[in-house]
C-alpha cells in the first residue's frame, strides 16, 4: 500500500475546512526512537511558573486565566493554567475536582459575552509541560467556523477591535472573581478632557465666532449703516431745521422766540381759509409741497371720507 492515499480527506470539503483550490497531502517522516522534551519540563525552565500574576487576568491560590497579548480573530481566546507545575495526569484529586470546577465556570463567563455562540475547550499537550486549556469563543451565527478548525480560524481572520477585546477580557475576569479570586483585567481607557481642556476649547471656538462676526461687519460695509436708517421707523423732523430753498426760512436776526405762525402779505394768519390756499399756492410755484394734512385730520368717517378739520370749520362761513 502506498504511505499516502492518492485522494484528499473527507474533511478537506467540510463547509468548515478552511482552504480550497488544489491541496496535496504532505509525506509522512519516519518516527523518531526517542521524544524530544516539550517546553518546561523542568519547572526551573517554565515560562508559566516564571510569568507574574500581572500576566494574567484573573488569578486564585491554585489557579490563573491568561489571554493572548493582542487580539485575533476571534471573540476571546483564553488558557487556564494551574498555578502548581503539573500536567493533566498529574492533578491530584482536589486540583481534578477544581478542574471540573473551572473548566464549567469559565465557559459560562467567555458564553456570556456578546456575540458568542459556542465555546470550544482544547487541550494539547504537546507544547508545553505545564498544564494549560484552551477556550476559544466562536462567533454567533458563524457556521463556517463549527467544528475542529476553529483554532485555525483564529489565525485567519481580522483581528477584533482591541478595545472591544479589552472590554471582553475585563467582563471575564469580573465574572469568574464572583466565585473568589483577584481580577486584574481593566476596561479600555475612557477619552475624556480636563475642565481647563473643555474651558479653553469653548474660549477659542468663541473667539472664532467673534471673528467671523467681524469680518461679516466689514463685508456688508456702509450698507448696514443704509440698512439700519431704511429699517427705522419714520420721525418727524424737527421745527429747526428747514430747506434752504424753503421760502418759510426765518429772516436774520428774527427773534427765535417768536412764534411760528406765518404772515402773509395781507396780514392774515396761516391758519385762515384765504391764508391756507395762498401757502398751497406759494409752495407749489417754489416746486415744494405743502405740509401734509394726515397729521390735522381727524378719523374717517362712516362713508370712507376724511372728517372736517377744525381749522376748516372755524373758516368756513356759518349757516343760518
Known amino acids: 500500500m502506498p504511505d499516502t492515499h492518492t485522494s484528499l480527506p473527507d474533511f478537506t470539503r467540510w463547509p468548515s475546512f478552511p482552504f480550497e483550490g488544489d491541496l496535496r497531502v504532505k509525506q509522512l517522516d519516519d518516527p523518531v526512537e526517542k521524544e524530544p522534551s516539550r517546553k518546561g519540563e523542568d519547572s526551573a525552565d517554565c515560562s508559566a511558573c516564571s510569568a507574574p500574576d500581572e500576566a494574567y487576568i484573573w488569578v486564585s491560590e491554585r489557579w490563573r486565566v491568561r489571554a493572548m497579548d493582542r487580539p485575533t480573530g476571534l471573540p476571546m481566546v483564553l488558557i487556564l ?11 491530584p484529586n482536589l486540583l481534578a475536582a477544581e478542574l471540573g470546577v473551572m473548566t464549567v465556570r469559565l465557559e459560562r463567563a467567555v458564553r456570556s459575552l456578546d456575540g458568542v455562540a459556542r465555546v ?21 451565527g458563524r457556521l463556517q467556523l463549527r467544528g475542529t478548525f476553529l483554532s ?13 477585546w479589552r472590554e471582553n477580557l475585563a467582563l471575564v475576569a469580573a465574572w469568574l472573581a464572583e466565585f473568589g479570586g483577584k481580577p486584574l483585567a481593566e476596561p479600555p481607557r475612557i477619552e475624556w478632557h480636563a475642565p481647563s481642556t473643555l474651558a479653553e476649547a469653548a474660549g477659542r471656538e468663541e473667539a472664532a465666532a467673534a471673528e467671523a462676526r467681524a469680518r461679516d461687519t466689514e463685508d456688508l460695509g456702509d450698507d448696514v449703516s443704509v440698512a439700519l436708517v431704511e429699517a427705522a421707523p419714520d420721525e418727524p423732523v424737527s421745527e429747526s431745521v428747514h430747506d434752504a430753498d424753503s421760502p418759510d426760512e426765518a429772516e436774520p436776526g428774527a427773534d427765535a422766540s417768536a412764534p411760528d405762525t406765518a404772515v402773509d402779505s395781507s396780514g392774515k394768519a396761516a391758519g385762515d381759509s384765504d391764508g391756507v390756499a395762498d401757502g398751497a399756492a406759494a409752495g407749489s410755484e417754489s416746486g415744494s409741497l405743502p405740509p401734509p394734512r394726515a397729521a390735522a385730520e381727524g378719523p374717517p ?20
Open 81 to 91: 493554567e494551574s498555578r502548581s507545575h503539573l500536567d493533566l495526569g498529574d492533578l
Open 301 to 320: 368717517d362712516s362713508a370712507g371720507k376724511p372728517s372736517t378739520t377744525t381749522a376748516e370749520k372755524a373758516a368756513a362761513p356759518a349757516v343760518g
Open 152 to 164: 485555525l480560524w483564529d489565525d485567519i481572520l481580522p483581528p477584533i477591535p482591541e478595545a472591544q
Open 120 to 140: 470550544h475547550v482544547n487541550r494539547w499537550g504537546d507544547g508545553s509541560a505545564h498544564l494549560h486549556m484552551w477556550f476559544l469563543a466562536r462567533p454567533y
